[in-house]
T-cell receptor, first 115, second 111 residues
Framework: DQQVKQNSPSLSVQEGRISILNCDYT??????FLWYKKYPAEGPTFLIS?????DKNEDGRFTVFLNKSAKHLSLHIVPSQPGDSAVYFC??????????????FGKGTLLTVNP | GAGVSQSPSNKVTEKGKDVELRCDPI?????LYWYRQSLGQGLEFLIY????????KSGLPSDRFSAERTGGSVSTLTIQRTQQEDSAVYLC?????????FGDGTRLSIL
């Protein structure tokens, strides 16, 4: 049973436009969410995170929005740049007893930003 | 500064052989994690070490998998009697309370 779902395997946008990557989760015990970016043959790189006590976190061109009632989060990249082309993973961490450290990942969304 | 280092970067072995994968975490990071990513899948948690505490092995898929962390630093993931379904990228991460930082992984191929 997938607890973190990224329903779009791929997304293509034009340079300069907004990229919106979506993520849904089912486990209400998740209280901390992260986005990672991954280039081929490299490990995932931490991008931005959000705690469940917030609904928005912004860092430069990257903004993460959290809708707890809908169990949905999204990553907005604006303006998108060709160098943003990568696989983006949504991850969640719970606070259930001793399990508040391991991350549960979605399957990823391949973002392609076209010049 | 130095990130998480994993070796080897690629490993090809025959079914039934044992393999050892190594992870050097970021200096000072007390937590160390192993994940694996099979083709087309997200990252799957395997095992977690925190300081001197007993590791959380709840993600290990079978008793053929084991891991140790010596001196609170370097970790080795061992897979015995490898099977074709063990083929995946094995990723190590470390952290000090904040986000986990990943190495580039070991791509394991079982023939």
């Amino acid at each position: 049973d997938q607890q973190v779902k990224q329903n779009s395997p791929s997304l293509s946008v034009q340079e300069g436009r907004i990229s919106i990557l979506n993520c849904d989760y089912t486990n209400s015990m998740f209280d901390y969410f992260l986005w990672y970016k991954k280039y081929p043959a490299e490990g995932p790189t931490f991008l931005i995170s959000i705690s469940s006590i917030k609904d928005k976190n912004e860092d430069g061109r990257f903004t993460v929005f959290l809708n707890k009632s809908a169990k949905h989060l999204s990553l907005h990249i604006v303006p998108s740049q060709p160098g943003d082309s990568a696989v983006y993973f949504c991850a969640a961490r719970g606070n259930s007893g001793g399990s508040n450290y391991k991350l549960t990942f979605g399957k990823g969304t391949l973002l392609t930003v076209n010049p | 500064g130095a990130g998480v280092s994993q070796s080897p970067s690629n490993k090809v072995t025959e079914k039934g052989k044992d393999v050892e994968l190594r992870c050097d975490p970021i200096s000072g990071h007390t937590a160390l994690y192993w994940y694996r990513q099979s083709l087309g899948q997200g990252l799957e948690f395997l095992i977690y070490f925190q300081g001197n505490s007993a590791p959380d092995k709840s993600g290990l898929p079978s008793d053929r998998f084991s891991a140790e962390r010596t001196g609170g630093s370097v970790s080795t993931l061992t897979i015995q009697r490898t099977q074709q379904e063990d083929s995946a990228v094995y990723l190590c991460a470390s952290s000090l309370g904040g986000p986990q930082h990943f190495g580039d992984g070991t791509r394991l191929s079982i023939l």
